[in-house]
């Protein structure tokens, strides 16, 4: 049935850490850039054995001088001179890495200075072979829109920490997640999320991809929603162009536990924003026999009032927690619902404006 057995990730220090590659793809970051090296330089974790490599996706600021400041340091640049996207630099990256584990983040993210021995404790078990960070959203919700984000990613952390005791989790965060070289090496199109992609290649060759509490990654929250809705267009298409490309994994009776929650989590979740537009027309239609789906219609118009108040409310104007929900709900449905129409019509998009965070 090609089910996996879950195990316990052993907890002790190995005699010897395991040879470690950072890789940071930066485009135009010369505003987060630095706080990242320094955070990734304060990393408990033995100097000899961490590369750190930023690549610059043919950045047009300051990144690639203010990186070149740390050169002493041991922090390598890798310049592209073409830019690709998160995923092509991340391609363009293998020939330059010397770890035997590779480690994928951000620019705009801190990784706690405990976190790193954690994420690597686990490959001390070889059926192993992702390990992710937990992701934690941080903010001043006095000053930001994008409130609802926290308790979705918390939401999403649990889930993750469910499959792993049941087995594997079916994707790993891009802010910070560990992977084995030679799966690292799996080509993935540069219009894909590698992410994603690195749970379901795992997976493949019969390892399995594990969330590790204990490695904590800050995520700031995205300051409006406007730019959270562009954020999971771009996220859920790109997921959804990633499943098509690994849709065997779908067969249950090959793949067993792991595609029955590779259905739940991910696509039947993303389902839901394919039809949400059907379900309001219906409730509607009910509405005019029903008196409570009459209300049930009133309560979701008054929702949809309240979501576009928040989505067009200017960048750091503080918003009422109601508010601030409905309109996360709001831009979480309309984003599905247009990511679907473009992986549906096959539109890739490879290359895109970095979600700016707060730093």
């Avoid at 001088?65 to 002493?72: L, N, P, R, S, T």
């Avoid at 690597?120 to 994008?146: H, K």
């Amino acid at each position: 049935m090609g089910s996996l057995r879950p195990a316990r990730p052993p907890l002790g220090d190995p005699a010897t850490w395991p040879r470690v590659s950072i890789v940071v793809p930066a485009y135009n970051e010369a505003r987060a850039i630095r706080r990242t090296i320094e955070s990734l330089l304060a990393l408990d974790y033995p100097a000899d054995r961490r590369q750190i490599l930023i690549v610059s996706d043919a950045s047009e600021d300051e990144t690639d001088a203010i990186v070149g400041e740390y050169a002493d340091r041991g922090v390598e640049l890798l310049r592209l001179p073409v830019r690709g996207g998160k995923t092509a630099a991340e391609n363009a990256a293998l020939a330059r890495l010397d770890g035997e584990i590779i480690v994928n983040t951000d620019a705009t993210i801190r990784i706690l200075p405990g976190s790193l021995k954690p994420l690597m404790r686990v490959f001390q078990d070889p059926g192993i072979g992702v390990a992710s960070g937990r992701d934690v959203s941080v903010g001043d919700i006095t000053v930001e829109g994008n409130q609802g984000e926290s308790g979705y990613v918390g939401y999403e952390m649990w889930v993750r920490s469910l499959e792993t005791t049941v087995g594997s989790i079916v994707g790993a965060s891009g802010c910070f997640y560990a992977i084995r070289r030679e799966l690292h090496e799996v080509l993935v199109p540069a219009a894909l999320s590698r992410d994603f992609a690195s749970a379901l290649t795992a997976r493949e060759h019969g390892l399995r991809a594990v969330s590790v509490d204990e490695a904590v990654c800050l995520v700031p929250r995205t300051a409006s929603l406007q730019r959270e809705y562009k954020r999971k267009i771009r996220t859920m298409a790109r997921g959804l162009e990633t499943l098509w490309f690994k849709r065997h994994l779908l067969n249950p009776f090959r793949y067993g536990r792991f595609a029955f929650m590779l259905w739940s989590h991910k696509l039947v979740r993303w389902l839901v924003f394919l039809v949400w537009p059907a379900a309001v027309v219906g409730l509607a239609l009910l509405a005019l026999s029903s008196w409570l789906a009459a209300v049930g219609l009133a309560c979701t118009l008054l929702g949809f009032a309240l979501g576009f108040v928040a989505m067009r409310a200017p960048e750091g104007q503080p918003l009422p927690r109601l508010t601030a929900l409905c309109g996360f709900a709001l831009a979480s449905h309309l984003a599905g619902f247009i990511a679907w129409t473009k992986a549906l019509r096959g539109e890739l998009n490879p290359i895109w404006e970095p979600t700016r965070r707060p730093v």
